[in-house]
C-alpha cells in the first residue's frame, strides 16, 4: 500500500515539474473547437485539454456547435481577453481574413489544428498542423480498387460543405478514381461529419438505388456507423454485400471491423495536444515553427482488427 502511495506521489511530482519546467506553463491560451461532431472531434478536444493541464496552461475553451460564426466571435473575445496563443480548428477553409488579422494585429499567434483555412496571406497563422486529407481520400480509393479489381458502383457520403477534410477527401478518392473508368459514384451528399446525418442520407441512397450500391465511402467513421444502420435496417449487409471504407480509425469503427460490417478505416490521428503546444511553446519563444506539420496515417482492415483495437488510444 505504502509502495502504491509513493507511485502516486512521485508521479504527481513528477508532472508537477514538467508543468514547471514548460515553457506554456502560466499562459493562456484560447482554443477555439468546432464542435463535437464525432467520436473523433471528442478526441481532440481530450488531447488538447490533457496537454494543457499537465502544462499548467490556463486553456480557455469554446465549443462553437459548427458555426464560424461562433468561432470568430470566440476569437474576437480571446483577443479582447489578451490570451498569449489561440488554437484554432476551423470548421471550415473560407471567410477567415479579417480576424486572423486581427489577431495577428494584436500580435497573437494562431496555430491551426486539424483542418486549414483558405486565405491570401498565409502569414496570417503561425502554423498549420494537420494530417493529409487528399492522401486519406486517395488511400481509401485505392484500396476499394484493389478489393473491387477496379469495378463498383459507390455510394459517397460527405462531410461538412466547404472543410477542408469533406473538399479534399472527395478530392484524392475522385482522382484514383478517374484511372478506374468502371468504379463509379452514383450518389453523393453530405452527412455533415454525424452519425444521425449519415443513416439518414444512406437511408435515401437505399431508397433511390437500392441493390445497385456496391461500396460506401464515407469521408469519416461516424457517418459510415449511421450508414452501416441503414443498411442493415433495410436487410442489406454492410460489410460483405456492401463494401464500407471511411475515415478517421476510431474506436467504434474497430468495433465494427470487428463485427465484420465496415471493411477499412484510414486513420486520422487526432491526438494533436501534444505538438500543438510545442509550437505554441516555440512561438511564444521567439522561435519559428514550420508552417505545416503533416500527420502521418495509415489503412486499418478486418483481418487486423481485433489485435490493432487493443492499442488504440481513441
Ligand atoms: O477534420 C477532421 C474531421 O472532422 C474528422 O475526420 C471528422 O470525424 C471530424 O468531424
Known amino acids: ?26 499562459t493562456t491560451v484560447g482554443f477555439s473547437q468546432i464542435g463535437a461532431e464525432s467520436a473523433w472531434r471528442t478526441a481532440e478536444t481530450k488531447s488538447i485539454r490533457e496537454e494543457a493541464s499537465l502544462r499548467g496552461v ?12 461562433n468561432q470568430i466571435k470566440a476569437i474576437r473575445s480571446f483577443i479582447a481577453q489578451g490570451v498569449d496563443a489561440i488554437i484554432l480548428a476551423p470548421v471550415v477553409e473560407a471567410g ?3 480576424v486572423l488579422r486581427e489577431a495577428k494585429e494584436a500580435k497573437i499567434p494562431v496555430v491551426l489544428v486539424d483542418r486549414g483555412v483558405n486565405v491570401a496571406d498565409d502569414g496570417l497563422y503561425a502554423t498549420l498542423i494537420a494530417s493529409d486529407f487528399v492522401e486519406e481520400g486517395r488511400m481509401a480509393a485505392r484500396w476499394l480498387a484493389e478489393k473491387t479489381k477496379g469495378k463498383c458502383s459507390i455510394v459517397q457520403l460527405e462531410g461538412t460543405p466547404g472543410a477542408a477534410p469533406a473538399i ?15 468504379m463509379t459514384i452514383i450518389k453523393s451528399q453530405t452527412g455533415d461529419f454525424t452519425r444521425a446525418k449519415g443513416k439518414e442520407v444512406m437511408e435515401a441512397f437505399i431508397k433511390a438505388e437500392g441493390k445497385k450500391i456496391q461500396a460506401v465511402y464515407a469521408h469519416n467513421d461516424d457517418m459510415a456507423l449511421g450508414a452501416i444502420q441503414a443498411l442493415e435496417a433495410a436487410g442489406m449487409n454492410p460489410g460483405k454485400d456492401v463494401l464500407v471504407v471511411s475515415i478517421d480509425a476510431v474506436r467504434g469503427a474497430f468495433d465494427a471491423m470487428v463485427k465484420g460490417t465496415l471493411n477499412a478505416t484510414v486513420e486520422c490521428n487526432p ?8 509550437a ?15 500527420v502521418r496515417d495509415r489503412l486499418f482492415e478486418q483481418a487486423t482488427a481485433a489485435e490493432d483495437i487493443k492499442t488504440r488510444r481513441y
Do not use: Y
Not at 168 to 182: I, M, Q, S, W, Y
Not at 271 to 278: C, H
Not at 280 to 287: I, T
Open 280 to 294: 505554441v511553446e516555440k512561438l511564444l519563444k521567439g522561435l519559428t515553427v514550420p508552417k505545416k506539420t503533416v
Open 96 to 98: 477567415w481574413e479579417p
Open 168 to 182: 479534399d477527401r472527395k478530392k484524392g478518392f475522385e482522382e484514383v478514381l478517374a484511372k478506374h473508368p468502371e
Open 1 to 26: 500500500m505504502r509502495c502504491a502511495w509513493a507511485i502516486v506521489a512521485v508521479a504527481i511530482a513528477g508532472a508537477l515539474w514538467l508543468a514547471g519546467c514548460s515553457g506554456t506553463s502560466g
Open 58 to 69: 490556463n486553456l480557455k475553451f469554446a465549443d462553437a456547435q459548427q458555426k464560424q460564426e
Open 271 to 278: 491526438l494533436l495536444g501534444p505538438d500543438a503546444f510545442n
